[in-house]
């Protein structure tokens, strides 16, 4: 089974903290994304990434960098916390590769990150 | 841009009850379409995914079919157990390779009255 794992399901930080939020999976998938979910708006794309050092910006990519050293773990970072990106953060992988994959997205735990 | 949105929003029904969750799609050219399940506080659990060629999937007691010319597509739940209760999102997958990422529906709140 794919298994996408989150470091912390819960995490409280002080607004203007670094905060890191890593995700790994094992499954050799070459896309990994990151998403936030929020009452009433639902899931919104962040970033993602399609290969290691690739990233792209997703459709909320404000306040927010990633890293991705290794193929199998995707950090998100976020340089300086603020109240307003208190919400659940989800991690996915899949693979797209011809005969391999079928951008079958497999999501991780998700952490519930809350800025004071 | 891609929009997605599940009907209806929330529904509570009796055990044993087989219901239809609906999913509409703004932009027909899809990749493919994934449906999932999202217990309160936790990830997202795949159940089913359909890719643009295919018609309709089925896992146990889900049943997804899928109309990409029209931009829809259902979930049929048959025999629902109180164990089902849960959200069900639907989300797209682009036919643009170089976008991987789901557009993601609201999803619908299911409540399965034992």
């Known amino acids: 089974d794919v298994k996408v794992t989150q470091s912390s399901r819960y995490l409280v930080k002080r607004t203007g903290e670094k905060v890191f939020l890593e995700c790994v999976q094992d499954?050799?998938?070459?896309?990994m994304f990151w998403y936030r979910q929020d009452p009433g708006l639902g899931l919104r794309l962040i970033y993602f990434?399609?290969?290691?050092?690739?990233?792209e910006k997703g459709d909320i990519p404000e306040g927010y960098s990633v890293s991705r050293e290794k193929k199998e773990r995707f950090s998100l970072i976020l340089e300086s916390a603020s109240t307003n990106q208190t919400s659940m953060y989800l991690c996915?992988?899949?693979?797209?590769?011809?005969?391999?994959?079928?951008?079958?997205?497999?999501f991780g735990p998700g952490t519930r990150l809350t800025v004071l | 841009k891609q929009e997605v949105t599940q009907i209806p929003a929330a529904l509570s029904v009796p055990e044993g009850e087989n219901l239809v969750l609906n999913c509409s799609f703004t932009?027909?050219?899809?990749?493919?379409l994934q449906w999932f399940r999202q217990d309160p506080g936790k990830g997202l659990t795949s159940l089913l995914l359909?890719?643009?060629?295919?018609r309709e999937q089925t896992s146990g007691r889900l049943n997804a079919s899928l109309d990409k010319s029209s931009g829809r597509s259902t979930l049929y739940i048959a025999a629902s157990q109180p164990g089902d209760s849960a959200t069900y999102l639907c989300?797209?997958?682009?036919?643009?390779?170089?976008?991987?990422?789901?557009?993601f529906g609201s999803g619908t709140r299911l409540q399965v009255q034992p």
């Open positions: 499954m050799d998938h070459e896309n």
């Open positions: 990434s399609y290969d290691v050092k690739m990233k």
């Open positions: 359909i890719q643009s060629s295919q």
């Open positions: 989300a797209v997958s682009p036919m643009d390779t170089g976008r991987r990422a789901l557009t």
């Open positions: 996915a992988s899949s693979s797209t590769l011809a005969g391999e994959g079928d951008n079958e997205q497999f």
């Open positions: 932009d027909s050219a899809i990749y493919n």
